[in-house]
């Protein structure tokens, strides 16, 4: 089994390995932004405000379901990449059967939700009348199409659970290709405004799927199914399902915590507002070479995990952290001294106050990007054993002590103090799990 082969992360350098499996991850999430902001971007320009009010009106329930959809995939992935590292090949396809009742499932009851109260949630969102209409179709769209975003996603995590991290990048640089041209023809040609752009995204992530089949019937015979691996098997359905939610509750807590964030920095102003948007528009840039390097420390760690190389995985871990730090040191030099110059690419050189408050939050978080590089690590490690009661404990200390340095700090320093909640929450995150990995703790198996 070619696959077997060549994305074995058992065996070989483990600094070379994850380094090998992180930059693809860090190319597809910058493929990724492309993607997401296409529809806005041919909107706002060929439509009008009201087409890209309508779309930013559902994105808060969009990623809501994107919350759960990702928390599903990453537990097949990481149930999948435990079995693979333990070389039950039989029970990695079983995986893969599995996820395609998984994934129907999740489809139907999105989809059922969605056509029964996307109107109902909408309005009670405060969705204003002229744009309610196309926020109600773009939304009935993704949610009742939601099984291709659900199997490409499926598709692209098992793929990473074998160390596979390439085909996905190659499925999702067509997908954008086909999303951005499918918008303009549309939008430009057909005139169908929001519904033009949604039906684009749907036919383009349907093509990503397509081509990770593709890629999986070629690549990865361990993912080959036959009838009996198709039979429900509902102890595997049950463990994807015991990592998956958590999974999903993490990213909701950290959905929360965004807004809630967003309302402390609301009460200084809308120049404030515009400097922490473009200011996080800056942070997601800069944080994706260190989420992609948790993302290949999860896959790493299940495969060893699975494998019962545990010394190795303590290996990757520090080698990982040292990376971490070394990748924020370089964004710091990248950032610091032109936090300005990088403010400018979001907002108006002449948005002098906005631009000023900008810079104050960059010189203050931008130090301590490797502090969440160090939390990614960690959660990832403790992800990818399954240990999904203390990742969930750390990811939830990550909000919550943002919220209450905050809301602190807004009070008692003024509006300079809120972006110090950053790093504060990155290191409530990582305090846990520094001293379990100190202590030798961070393993059921080594605390035995």
Known sequence: MNSIKHNDMTTGSPTKIIIRFAIPMMLSSIVQQLYSVADSVIVG??????ALAAI???QAVIFLMVCLIIGLTMGTCIIASQ??????????????????YISFGAWILIAVLGLSFAAPILRALGTPDEIFHDAWLYL????????????????????RSL?????????????????????????????????????????????????????????????????????PHFE???????????????????????????????????????AYTAAGKIDQIALMPLSSLGMAVSTFTGQNYGSRN??????????????????????????FPFRGFWATLFVSAKETAVIAICKEYLGIVSIFYWLAGVMYVFLSMFRGMGRMVMSTISAGLEPLAKI?????????????????????????????????????????????
């Not at 320009?45 to 009201?50: A, D």
């Not at 990213?251 to 920095?265: D, E, H, K, R």
């Not at 504060?424 to 080594?446: D, H, N, Q, Y």
């Open 45 to 50: 320009q060929f439509v009008g405000k009201n």
């Open 56 to 58: 930013g009106a559902t």
């Open 83 to 100: 079995l693979f590292g333990a070389k039950e090949y039989d029970k990695v396809k079983n995986v893969a059967g599995a996820a395609i």
């Open 140 to 159: 009935i769209i993704n949610m009742a199409f939601c099984l291709a975003p659900i199997t490409y996603n499926m598709a692209a995590n098992i793929m």
């Open 163 to 231: 160390g596979d991290s390439k085909s996905s990048l190659y499925a999702l640089i067509v997908a954008t290709i086909v999303n951005i041209v499918l918008d303009l023809i549309f939008v430009l040609v057909f005139g169908m405004g929001v519904a033009g752009t949604g039906i684009a995204t749907v036919i383009s992530q349907f093509v990503s799927t397509l081509l990770c089949l593709y890629f999986i019937k070629k690549k990865h015979e361990v993912l080959h199914i036959g009838r009996k691996h198709l039979k």
């Open 236 to 274: 595997v359905i049950g463990r994807i399902i015991a990592v998956g939610i958590p999974m999903s509750l993490q990213n909701l807590f950290t959905s929360l915590g965004m807004i809630a964030l967003q309302s402390i920095v609301n009460r200084f102003g809308t120049d404030a507002i515009a």
């Open 310 to 335: 545990y010394s190795r995985i303590r290996e990757g871990v520090k080698s990982s952290i040292k990376m971490a730090v070394l990748v924020g040191v370089v964004l710091v030099l990248l950032i």
């Open 404 to 448: 209450i340095a905050a809301s602190a700090l807004a009070y008692i320093v003024g509006r300079g103090g809120i972006w110090f909640a950053w790093p504060i929450g990155w290191f409530c995150a990582v305090l846990i799990p520094l001293v379990l990995f100190i202590t030798g703790r961070w393993s059921r198996e080594k605390a035995q």
